[in-house]
Each structure stands twice: as structure tokens, then as C-alpha cells.
């Protein structure tokens, strides 16, 4: 079992930075891939990013390529999220997950076993 909860949100002007933080506790984190979704009104959640299990592998969503970037401290049991040049599109609850034990990198939402509360972005223009 591991529990997750997201931290860092807030609101930001279009073109700032925002760093998420996501706090683990169980004993599978360091073996299982973190994943980064968001959720904004009306839209379906969608992947944003994700890391393998050692964080020697990370993926992207393309709307993010280039200006987020995903790392993990397995030490400290947490996953971030580092965000720049953030757009007002961006705006959304941002969710944290991770897979179950030696998954692989998934962008499916299905492939993650547990979730956080989320956390909200605000960019305004």
C-alpha cells in the first residue's frame, strides 16, 4: 500500500515556474514508476509525466516536453514535478500516482494502483 499527497500548488502568473512535490509513505515506493497527471474542468485526466522505479527513464507528454521536468528521491520517498514556462493551459489539479511493484513506464491511468488528493495550478494570463 502507498500514500500519496501532492504539494505546491498555487497560482502564477503565464511564463512562471512551479515546483510539485509528492510525499510517499509504504515500503514499495522505491520499486514502483511515479507518474504525474493532471485533470482540468470538463477534460478528462490526462497523462502529464512519469519516471521509472530507479529514475533512470522518464516520459513526457508533448503539451510538456521541453518545460516540465519529472525526478524522483527514492532517500526521501518523494517524486516532483518541476514546471517552467507555464501557460494558462496548464491550468488544472495536478495528481500524483504510482504503479504497483516493477511496472513499467505507462501513460495509462488504469496502469497506476494509487492516486493522491491533487493539488491545484492555477496560471493566469
Do not use: H
Not at 510525499?23 to 520499486?31: C, E, K, L, V, Y
Not at 527513464?57 to 517524486?79: E, P
Request: glycine share 10%.
Amino acid at each position: 500500500q502507498v500514500q500519496l499527497v501532492e504539494s505546491g500548488g498555487g497560482l502564477v502568473q503565464a511564463g512562471g515556474s512551479l515546483r510539485l512535490s509528492c510525499a510517499a509513505s509504504g515500503r514499495t515506493f522505491s520499486s514502483s514508476a511515479m507518474g504525474w497527471f493532471r485533470q482540468a474542468p470538463g477534460k478528462e485526466r490526462e497523462f502529464v509525466a512519469d519516471v521509472s522505479w530507479s529514475g533512470a527513464n522518464t516520459y513526457y507528454a508533448d503539451s510538456v516536453k521541453g518545460r516540465f521536468t519529472i525526478s524522483r528521491d527514492n532517500a526521501k520517498n518523494t517524486v516532483y514535478l518541476q514546471m517552467n514556462s507555464l501557460r494558462p493551459g496548464d491550468t488544472a489539479v495536478y495528481y500524483c500516482a504510482a504503479s504497483k511493484p516493477w511496472m513499467p513506464l505507462t501513460t495509462a491511468r488504469d496502469q497506476y494502483a494509487y492516486w493522491g488528493q491533487g493539488t491545484q495550478v492555477t496560471v493566469s494570463s
